[in-house]
């Protein structure tokens, strides 16, 4: 990770992995940043990496509630629950259920404490 925010800067940000370009500086290194910090305080820094470790957090969680989720409509799809039997209406029900879950989950990152 490099900080920056002038030009002398702007060559190593283009050779760091994550590119960090602090407020008031030239137009060259911020378009070489990954991250764009509003205030030029370098606090700011751990608020990325906290927001960004609960992002990934949140990220792992989504996928694994994908799969088991999917997992499970790919056996009812197949017919491995014998018994139960759905409606082909409510396979559009059954989508959106997935993807708003997915999402409510992401909007969390709102509230979440950081």
Known sequence: MFSGDGTNDAVALTQAIIRVYMNEGTDVAKSAANIILIRSSLSSILIV?????????????DFGWSFVYSLFAILLAAGAFVNTRFQPEFAGLGELVSVLSVVVVGVLLKWAKI
Request: proline content about 0%.
């Open 49 to 61: 990496v906290l927001v960004s470790r609960k992002s990934f957090h949140i990220i792992i969680f």
